[in-house]
């Protein structure tokens, strides 16, 4: 596509359940990374992949936080047994293998955990 | 590790008038700096970066930053500055050819005419 494309843009869930958030990267691109960003504050890296491998999870905060990549395209970041604390903007980006001087985000998904 | 500090969380501003927006960074190894910009309801975008050679980057937008590495800063300036202009700005800084960004918390420009 023309662009990194993030659904849901808004996702809205009750404490406990969990939520899957996807994110379909430039065509062609290596490389996709997830960030998190709270209310007021900067992005913060979660993890990345080159193709389906996950190169580095150590920015995921917890074992309830777990990505995949398994076609080495589309990604699917998954929050299980969501707490209120996990209410923020998630946000993808990709990239040419490893040029993290040229990533290109998404417009991220706005989620709010009650 | 690297860690970056943007020193106002907010810049109210006139239209036309200039304005600068400051980023400090930590890091104990060489690195790579950005600007990016979210203009409201948008995803972050590149303004501009710093790998290496010249100290000074531009923007197609007029924007500019300075590399200044004895004061560890990555500054952004605009001499005008547009309406348009109104965004949250944030500095970012990657260990040279890293794989993950570290960003500031952002400022808020308000460009007021």
């Known amino acids: 596509g023309a662009g990194v494309s993030q659904s849901p843009r808004y996702k809205v869930t009750k404490r406990g359940q969990d939520v899957a958030l996807r994110c379909d990267p430039i065509?062609?691109?290596?490389?996709l990374y997830w960030y998190r960003q709270a209310l007021g504050q900067g992005p913060e890296f979660l993890t990345y992949?080159?193709?389906?491998?996950?190169?580095?999870k150590s920015g995921l905060p917890n074992d309830r936080f777990s990505a995949e990549r398994p076609e080495g395209s589309i990604s699917t970041l998954t929050i299980q047994r969501t707490e209120q604390r996990d209410s923020a903007m998630y946000r993808c980006?990709?990239?040419?293998?490893?040029?993290?001087?040229?990533?290109?985000f998404g417009s991220g998904t706005q989620l709010s955990v009650l | 590790a690297q860690s970056v500090t943007q020193l106002d969380s907010q810049v109210p501003v006139f239209e036309e008038a200039p304005v600068e927006l400051r980023c400090n960074y930590s890091?104990?190894?060489?690195?790579?700096l950005f600007w990016y910009v979210q203009y409201p309801n948008q995803g972050l975008q590149l303004l501009l970066k710093?790998?290496?050679?010249?100290?000074l980057v531009e923007s197609i937008n007029g924007f500019e930053a300075e590399f200044n590495k004895s004061q560890t800063s990555f500054h952004l300036r605009k001499p005008s500055v547009h309406i348009s202009d109104t965004a949250e700005y944030f500095c970012?800084?990657?260990?040279?050819?890293?794989?993950?960004?570290?960003f500031g918390g952002g400022t808020r420009v308000l460009v007021k005419p």
């Open positions: 980006a990709s990239s040419l293998a490893g040029q993290t001087e040229k990533l290109f």
């Open positions: 065509s062609g691109h290596v490389s």
């Open positions: 992949f080159n193709y389906e491998a996950q190169q580095d």
């Open positions: 890091s104990s190894v060489s690195v790579y």
């Open positions: 710093y790998l290496s050679g010249s100290t």
């Open positions: 970012a800084v990657t260990k040279a050819a890293g794989n993950k960004l570290t």
